[in-house]
């Protein structure tokens, strides 16, 4: 199901953006130095922000989720031309990546507050380009709610 994508990207985004803090106080404290014009290091590690991000996107579109799958698209297209940007140090494709990036934050956006409203109102609020057409009509009952199964994870029942 999703769970296991989006376990996924947070972890792997979330290891990437810690990473990049270290990365930007190193820098900023003198400990390195930037390298300039190009970042080669900074454009492989975009490389595999890429390829897992695209694999997500490719699993989200078998889950029947295109809100989520547009997320995810734009995301792993602006990882790419991130990539292009920093290993040939071109400031246009760096202007690229960051237009790119734009747009699929405004998409995590949209989809994040369709998810939350669904959740919050056990229907739905916003579509999100289900699969099944009734699960994007506004009004409609949530098909399966945004929720874990078996309620806590890690929690044992009957203990």
Partial sequence: PIYAVAT???GMWGSFWVAFG???LLISTHVIVEPKPKFAELGFWFIALGAITAMGTLAVLLEGNFGVFLVLGTLA???ACAAVAFIIGSSNWTEVAGYVFVISACLAFYVASAMMLASAAGRVILPLG???PHANVPGQPVPSPIELAWAE???KHGQ
């Fill in 8 to 10: 996924a990207m947070h």
């Fill in 130 to 132: 289900k699969r099944a």
């Fill in 77 to 79: 297209a602006g990882s």
């Fill in 22 to 24: 270290i990365l930007n």
């Fill in 153 to 155: 994870p890690g929690v």
